[in-house]
């Protein structure tokens, strides 16, 4: 008799590497397009850099709450013009970091119309898509802990790689924009790590987002919205879970009166958690508002404040893996504008961990953030 052998095909491990063979053409067709980029004259180009120097001090020092003394960083932006076509990209190097943020191509495809293609902040977060890494362009020295980014302990994807849509019109004296976009989401292991063009390992699965804004009056920054977003989030190297599927509703609102400004956004989102054959759902809100007033005929010193929260933040499984998440916070500081282009921050929290049951953990910190164009 003949000798049979049996050869058995894992679907899944073939899926996974035809998909990371894909990400890895993708990143390196991306590369020699720059390259091709590089070579074309401009009509437009902008390279800003945003160095800042950070200090923070807290109450409680430990071996899971170390003492941030002084965290140095810089932001480098770059975007250029050509014809119908763009190019924009972000590098953030710090003490604790370095990163590609963003990296992408669009095209004007229609009048309104921009199609991006590469790596974007996510839309269902106002918040960063206003002010971005660079610590210049927003008022506080901190963002609010559920728009924090992913290597910060935030839980909600700030990365998508893929297509990016952004549309404006205009209705009488109004403007209309919406937002949408998908592709890769992150992955966690230990935080969100979302696709890294550089060292495409370990890449996420599907991710979109779609955000609806609304201007009372076209080129005021005044303006509400709301944002649809969903996720699928495989978890590594953590027992009893394997994947967290993550649908998301947020408004925002953001109001610029004189020297009063106001932004705040609300979130419901629900993770669905499965894992070892069983499938939990939680869901849970989170707001938070920072209003912002500039003092004196200058207006070059500016007190702000934000309130934040999270109620029952600990019942949910999905956020409990991000020990730094602040269920609660409420942080009070001062702007100081030394200059157009330089700021120094001060900032004074008390903050409410997920991690640090019944107790709070009080924290001041100061920044030097300037903007640097070249």
């Known amino acids: 008799m003949g000798t049979y052998y049996i050869i058995v095909v894992n679907p899944r491990k073939e899926i996974v590497l035809i998909r990371d063979i894909i990400v890895s053409l993708a990143s390196f067709c991306t590369l020699i397009v ?36 002084f965290v140095p960083a810089i932001d480098i932006f770059y975007s250029t013009e050509f014809s119908q076509t763009f190019f924009l990209a972000e590098y953030l190097a710090s003490s604790n970091e370095n990163e590609l943020e963003r ?3 669009g095209w004007h495809i ?47 994807p700030s990365h998508i790689s893929g297509f990016l849509l952004e549309s404006t019109r205009t209705a009488g004296d109004a403007e209309i924009n919406y937002t949408a ?29 779609f955000r609806l804004g609304y201007h009372l009056e076209v080129g005021n920054p005044d303006q ?48 669905r958690v499965s894992g070892l054959g069983s499938t939990t759902n939680f869901t849970t809100l989170s707001a938070y508002f920072q209003p912002e007033y500039k003092l004196g005929e200058s207006g070059r010193t500016t007190l702000f404040g934000r309130l934040e929260g999270t ?13 730094e998440f602040s269920r609660s916070q409420a942080v009070l ?38 903007i640097l164009p070249l």
Request: hydrophobic share 40%.
């Open 181 to 209: 976009g998908i592709g890769i989401g992150p992955t966690y292991n230990s935080t969100l790590h979302p696709l890294d063009l550089l060292n495409p390992q370990h890449p996420g699965k599907l991710a979109a987002s």
């Open 103 to 105: 990296f992408q191509f």
């Open 224 to 271: 509400f919205g709301a944002a649809l977003g969903y996720a699928r989030i495989p978890v590594i190297n953590v027992m009893q879970i394997n994947e967290v599927r993550q649908s998301i509703l947020s408004t925002f609102l953001n109001i610029e009166k004189n020297k009063f400004h106001l932004i705040g956004e609300l979130f419901v989102f629900q993770n």
């Open 34 to 69: 720059l390259l091709v980029i590089c070579t074309l004259p401009v009509e437009a180009a902008d390279l800003l850099l945003f160095p800042s120097v950070t200090s923070t001090r807290q109450s409680i020092t430990d071996a899971e709450l170390p003492d941030k003394k």
């Open 311 to 323: 109620p029952n933040a600990e019942k949910d499984q999905y956020l409990f893996l991000f020990p």
């Open 333 to 370: 500081g001062l702007r100081f504008d030394l200059t157009p282009s330089q700021a120094l921050k001060i900032e004074a929290g008390r903050s409410h961990r997920l991690d640090i049951n019944e107790k709070n953990i009080n924290i001041i910190s100061a920044q030097w953030s300037m």
């Open 110 to 156: 229609l009048p309104g119309k921009t199609l991006w293609v590469g790596r974007f902040h996510n839309a269902i977060s106002f918040w960063n898509t206003q002010n971005h890494h660079g610590d210049f362009l927003q008022s506080s020295l901190t963002r609010p802990s559920i728009g924090n980014y992913e290597d910060e302990y935030g839980p909600l």
